[in-house]
């Protein structure tokens, strides 16, 4: 009873929190908006409507960003299309537990931009009609965005539902340096100890030694910080190549000879946990990395005092990006080496959708299919030219002025800190894809996988049968990967480990994961 009563209480609060951050974004939902029909919804050209129109985005705010109403992109949008919108912000940290209590609660806002809701998220709150389906709005109101989806196919593919319906629009982004992080190591340090570039993973491991021990920073303390990666299992992610594992369909998946194989109780895997748990007893990997936050993950990029990260881009450490070099994936001890991270080119999925509260989902359409066009997306990610940026050759670039203070880039755009719903293409990406990103990126490109599959759309049943088994098979996961890292249990628990998965039923979501890829195939 305690227990249910506390749980209640954390869900009021939080609820009572969001309502209070709309509240202090405007007022109520589309306050002193005009009535609008389809009719007053200009289909090309701007304004998108004559007489302006409100409305409340849920998005999720990183630690580099500046509040979103500051943000030129939405100020000068805002006089452009005659819509305001007024943004419920959250922190990354704790952003999911916030967006699910917005679907449980029902109080909803009209759109939900940089949300990062998942297939099985699309497919429970799409089903259960509190998100409106966007096709026929895409065929009508978006042409930007359905000229992508007729250019890349596997974009309507990769996001509409068995049942035909489209209930979420992904970032999308053709530029392939910006689907994959990179692996940048201290090449300084390096220098100093006399010391190659690994090439394998007993290199890595030598090379972290010599980072921790070897006084690379020259300071006479032993305060360097050898290894890092984002918190909690994203080393995994980072390291799973190099160990033969793949992240096929959008989650533990390797696919050979058409059979598709969940690898989280595999040899493989038990080799790979026991590497990273060398790494994490020997004190060579973050001891921080389960519980820094995003902020503080990034300054240790730009700290200078890292010897080991993974991150797509160098903005995080533009001040010393001298200092790092990318290199290729790790070839593993059984000689694999798989850059297992690239993701498709519907990226980032979720990355915007329509709620069933929205009175003007026509003007809303119109309002994001901006941001899929190159002009829209320089908008975004550039902010004012003259002011921001100017324009060489064709292609925006910051101006060097505004760069000298690197926080100034974070602090304009809503795309710094990853998940925004935009076209990234090679016209907007001088920034993320400088000649130094492109070198690390040519260093992965020979172990890229040929085929990339994205996570499938199951079917509502299905996909309620998937959220179910994964509900508990990925908390188990993470929970008993982690300890199995930190070594708060031994290898010798790994039977153990393997048949409770079994319990929990991974071999029939494995299943489910394999009648998805074979109709993908037909």
Request: with cysteine.
């Amino acid at each position: 009873m305690r227990k249910r009563w506390g749980r209640n209480m954390i869900m009021m609060m939080i609820t009572s929190s969001l309502m209070l951050a709309g509240c202090n974004s405007g007022g109520t939902n589309n306050e002193a908006s005009p009535e609008v029909s389809k009719n007053d919804v200009h289909t090309t050209g701007f304004p998108i409507v004559d007489e302006p129109v409100n409305l409340k985005m849920f998005t999720r705010i990183a630690p580099v960003n500046g509040p979103f109403k500051e943000m030129p992109v939405f100020q000068d949008y805002e006089k452009l299309s005659h819509v305001k919108v007024e943004f419920i912000e959250a922190q990354t940290d704790g952003f999911q537990e916030k967006k699910n209590l917005l679907f449980a609660s029902n109080e909803l806002p009209d759109a939900l931009f940089r949300s990062g809701i998942s297939p099985l998220e699309a497919i429970r709150y799409g089903s259960a009609g509190q998100l409106i389906p966007l096709e026929g709005l895409i065929d009508e109101y978006a042409p930007n965005l359905k000229k992508l989806m007729e250019q890349y196919p596997e974009i309507r593919s990769g996001i509409t539902t068995p049942e035909g319906h489209i209930y979420t629009i992904p970032g999308i982004v053709t530029l392939s340096a910006a689907r994959t992080d990179k692996k940048w190591i201290n090449q300084m340090w390096l220098d100093k100890l006399n010391l190659k570039v690994p090439e394998t993973t007993e290199e890595l491991y030598n090379v972290l030694l010599a980072f921790r021990d070897g006084d690379p920073n020259g300071n006479g303390k032993q305060d360097e910080l050898p290894m890092t990666a984002r918190v909690g299992l994203a080393v995994v992610n980072a390291m799973s190549g190099s160990f033969g594992l793949d992240s096929q369909l959008g989650y533990n998946i390797n696919i050979e000879n058409d059979k598709v194989s969940i690898w989280m109780g595999s040899d493989q895997n038990k080799e790979m946990l026991m590497y990273l748990n060398k790494l994490y007893k020997e004190k060579l990997l973050d001891q921080e990395i389960f519980s820094h936050t995003e902020a503080q993950y990034l300054a240790k990029q730009g700290s200078g005092n890292t010897g080991f990260f993974f991150d797509q881009t160098n903005n995080n450490f533009l001040s010393i990006k001298d200092q790092y070099t990318g290199i290729a994936p790790l070839e593993g001890p059984q000689g694999d080496r798989l850059q297992s991270q690239a993701l498709p080119i519907a990226r980032d999925f979720g990355a915007f959708a329509i709620t069933s509260v929205n009175k003007y989902p026509e003007v809303t359409m119109r309002w994001i299919d901006y941001f899929y066009s190159d002009e829209g997306s320089t908008l975004l990610r550039f902010g004012r030219e003259g002011e921001h940026y100017e324009m060489k050759d064709g292609i925006p670039y910051y101006k060097e002025d505004f760069l000298k203070e690197i926080s100034n880039q974070a602090k304009i755009t809503p795309y710094a800190g990853g998940g925004a719903p935009h076209l990234i293409s090679e016209q907007v990406a001088s920034f993320i894809n400088p000649p130094q990103v492109q070198e690390a990126q040519q260093k992965l490109d020979p172990f890229m996988p040929k085929v990339r599959y994205a996570a499938p759309m199951f079917d509502e049943q299905t996909a309620q049968e998937v959220n179910i088994l994964r509900n508990d098979i990925d908390k188990y996961y993470e929970e008993q990967s982690t300890k199995f890292i930190v070594g708060a249990i031994g290898f010798d628990k790994w039977e153990q480990f393997q048949t409770t998965l079994k319990k929990m039923r991974v071999e029939e979501l494995e299943k489910l994961y394999q009648d998805a890829f074979d109709k993908m195939q037909k």
